[in-house]
């Protein structure tokens, strides 16, 4: 089942977003597999970090909150609030994809 995540983070907390963001990225790099899509939420300047949007395929929300709670963002503190939504993805997408690797 996909479960969306809505992880706002804590007001002044870009450089504790970058120092761990290379843990988090690792972290996303075991679950490849199963993320739908995932990325930063911004500000309206498109640049900057203030929290994360995750949609990933996990077997209960048991395995999808007990993998949140061991994730580097979390652990370290940056998140301000969590949410956790069971998603039925109904749309096809069509935007929003970074460009192809040559």
């Given at each position: 089942m996909l479960f969306a995540f809505i992880l706002q983070d804590k007001p002044g907390s870009a450089d504790l977003r970058a120092s761990v963001r290379?843990?988090?990225?690792?972290?996303?790099?075991?679950?490849q597999d199963r993320i739908a899509f995932a990325?930063?939420?911004t500000d309206d300047d498109g640049l900057s970090m203030i929290g994360s949007l995750l949609v990933i395929d996990f077997a209960s929300r048991d395995a999808a909150q007990a993998w949140l709670a061991a994730e580097p963002f979390t652990r370290?503190?940056?998140?301000?609030?969590?949410?956790?939504h069971a998603f039925?993805?109904?749309?096809?997408?069509?935007?929003g994809f970074p460009p192809a690797q040559a």
């Amino acid at each position: 089942m996909l479960f969306a995540f809505i992880l706002q983070d804590k007001p002044g907390s870009a450089d504790l977003r970058a120092s761990v963001r290379p843990e988090h990225k690792s972290y996303l790099a075991a679950v490849q597999d199963r993320i739908a899509f995932a990325g930063p939420l911004t500000d309206d300047d498109g640049l900057s970090m203030i929290g994360s949007l995750l949609v990933i395929d996990f077997a209960s929300r048991d395995a999808a909150q007990a993998w949140l709670a061991a994730e580097p963002f979390t652990r370290a503190g940056l998140y301000a609030s969590t949410a956790v939504h069971a998603f039925s993805n109904l749309w096809p997408q069509k935007a929003g994809f970074p460009p192809a690797q040559a």
